[in-house]
């Protein structure tokens, strides 16, 4: 019979993902896009990325902490930086798979990539705003409940 012991991770490198993960971490902010000073509420009014109607569609401020999310005018332009950063990366590991591990050819490896990033996209918008406020909002104990 096959085992899968082999491929579960140990117990303590685990915990220590979970801990990451936990509410009071960026991670878990980035991840779960919910607001970088308190994390109790989502910041989108549509938590789905897939509803492209509704995809940047975003709360004025926190129902909890009253934290404004558009600091300042445009704000979010900035999150363009980080957009990019995460498209080049998600590029670079496509084609590393594609092309290195699958052994496809150029041709095909650029059409991964192509791929790739129109299928990551609303999620890659959603994670860059993320990071984006991430970056200039901690999580306050303050605000926790
Ligand atoms: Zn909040």
């Known amino acids: ?61 926190c129902s909890h902490c009253g934290l404004r999310y558009e600091i300042e005018p445009s704000f ?19 084609f590393i798979v594609s092309y290195l591990i699958l052994d496809s050819s150029i041709k095909t490896s650029f059409i991964a990539i192509l791929v790739a990033n129109i299928l990551l996209f609303p999620f890659v918008l959603r994670w860059s705003r993320n990071i984006y406020i991430n970056m200039f909002v901690s999580f306050d104990n303050k605000f926790r409940k």
């Open 76 to 94: 979010f332009y900035g999150a363009m930086y980080v957009s990019y950063g995460l498209n080049v990366a998600i590029s670079i590991a496509t």
């Open 1 to 61: 019979m096959f085992c899968i012991c082999k491929f579960v991770a140990p117990k303590k490198e685990k915990v220590i993902f979970l801990q990451m993960l936990k509410k009071g971490s960026k991670l878990n902010s980035i991840l779960t896009g919910t607001c970088p000073r308190c994390q109790n509420e989502s910041m989108y009014l549509d938590k789905n990325p897939l509803h492209f109607s509704k995809l940047i569609k975003m709360h004025e401020k």
